[in-house]
């Protein structure tokens, strides 16, 4: 099981951003869940994959719920600033990734959090709704509305 969690590390992170929009959130949430994953073990017939993915998604649901009730969450723009800009490619570069972060933010978390296992992290729908506990016409019609909402979104 460790080589496996270690292959699905970086992807396991970029879904840990994608939830909490921040590095160090991420980061945070990327350890938790590694801990609680080495802690109590995959279950007997599961990917490790897939049982990762959801344990990371259960641990920001529980995180998210604690916030919401101290305060309202702001997306992070430490990933933008990180790092050198050099020169106007990636100026534009970062604009965009930043108007698109926004954008996403304005989709409902369960629409955001489909859009971005398919579109992000290359998962199949099965895996999605394995890993979300969803039927597979959920993670659908989710993406469906998500993408529907991204192109009203983008065109205003």
Known sequence: MNEQLIDILPGLRRFA?????SVHDADDLLQATVERLLKKGVPDGVEVARWAFTVCRNL????YRSRRVRKSTNVDTDLLEAGQIDGEN???AQMEL????????QLPEEQRLTLTLVSIQG??????????????????????????????????
């Open 90 to 92: 990636d100026i534009q």
């Open 98 to 105: 930043k108007k698109v972060m926004e954008i996403m933010q």
């Open 60 to 63: 920001w649901i529980d995180e």
């Open 17 to 21: 951003w994608s939830l909490t929009q």
């Open 123 to 156: 998962m199949s729908y099965l895996d999605v709704a394995q890993a979300l506990e969803i039927p597979v016409g959920t993670v659908m019609s989710r993406l469906a509305r998500a993408r529907s909402k991204l192109t009203e979104l983008v065109r205003t």
